[in-house]
């Protein structure tokens, strides 16, 4: 019938693929659907990280994490680098 159907292993490479293919259309089970509402936290995180001087606590409020340190946490695992760390020197 002339349809694609990309799948995805995880939240980041579903995201990647969606960029790219610009679907008509998304089915998410709830676990990918969790990884997906992540990747866009962490995502939207790491642009206010090289944007602003907003605090760290802030921008975890700001993207839905209740604690710092469980956004530091999952941030992290995600890029590798504590939010602190990522952040340029000097801020935005």
């Given amino acids: 019938m002339g349809f694609e ?3 995805a292993r995880d939240g980041a490479d579903g ?3 969606a960029v ?5 259309l ?6 990918r659907t969790f990884e997906y509402l992540r990747e866009q936290r962490l995502v ?3 642009e206010l990280l090289d944007t ?3 605090q760290i606590q ?3 409020e700001a993207i839905g994490f209740k604690r710092a340190s469980d956004f530091g946490t999952a941030f992290k695992h995600r890029f590798g ?3 602190r760390d990522y952040r340029k020197p000097g801020g935005a």
């Avoid at 790219?20 to 008509?24: Q, T």
Wanted: proline share 10%; hydrophobic share 40%; glycine share 4%.
């Fill in 15 to 17: 995201l990647r693929k």
């Fill in 20 to 24: 790219r293919a610009g679907p008509d």
């Fill in 26 to 31: 998304i089915l998410l089970d709830m676990m």
């Fill in 52 to 54: 602003t001087n907003q």
């Fill in 58 to 60: 802030q921008i975890a």
């Fill in 5 to 7: 159907t990309p799948i």
């Fill in 44 to 46: 939207r995180a790491q």
């Fill in 81 to 83: 680098v504590t939010p």
